[in-house]
């Protein structure tokens, strides 16, 4: 059987309302992956950042998202277990270092979306904005959505992401953060 796609299957996968659909009961031959999937959607994580000790901030760096694009997720998971003085922890995400435009601020009435008063926080806990994965995470709340009309990246753009501690500081450990985009082309 032949690796390619036949102009019928194609047609089988269709698009229904503009997204690709799959009736299985019309393929007679295995199909690649790569034909199903939609390749402008995309996930990239960032490499683990470790904890400064007595810093009471985990800052991502900057992580360079293509445009044209949309954000459709952002989040963090603890890759190393955390270790900090008492504190809420919360994320937010901006334009810079300090920027709260996509998520609002970690601070405030916000500032336990990852965690509530505790001094450790597990390998696998994490928060996002999606409430879904966000449960899957423990995540104490869904990250919030910020300032309005931040979603659209005309050209590629720098995202940062940060975790804080509402007092004290971290002491070790280290985590990753996400960032889920749509390709717009």
């Not at 709260?100 to 965690?115: K, N």
């Not at 001094?119 to 300032?147: E, F, M, Y």
């Amino acid at each position: 059987m032949s690796s390619q796609i036949s102009t019928t299957q194609k047609a089988n996968l269709g698009a229904i309302d503009g997204k690709k659909g799959l009736c299985l009961a019309s393929l007679s031959e295995n199909i690649p992956l790569s034909d199903l999937v939609d390749s402008r959607r995309n996930i990239f994580w960032t490499d683990e950042v470790s904890a400064t000790s007595a810093s009471a901030v985990i800052n991502s760096g900057a992580i360079s998202i293509p445009g044209p694009s949309v954000i459709t997720n952002l989040g963090v998971i603890v890759s190393t277990a955390l270790s900090y003085d008492s504190a809420h922890l919360g994320t937010r995400f901006g334009t810079s270092a300090a920027g709260i435009e996509y998520t609002g601020p970690a601070t405030g009435p916000g500032s336990a979306s990852l965690a509530t008063t505790a001094t450790s926080l597990a390998v696998g806990k994490g928060n996002c904005q999606d409430a879904v994965l966000n449960a899957h995470l423990d995540g104490r709340v869904a990250i919030a959505s910020g300032s309005t009309g931040v979603g659209y990246l005309g050209t590629t753009a720098d995202i940062y992401g940060a975790v804080t501690g509402s007092a004290g500081a971290f002491i070790s450990g280290g985590v990753k953060f996400l960032v889920e985009y749509i390709l717009v082309t």
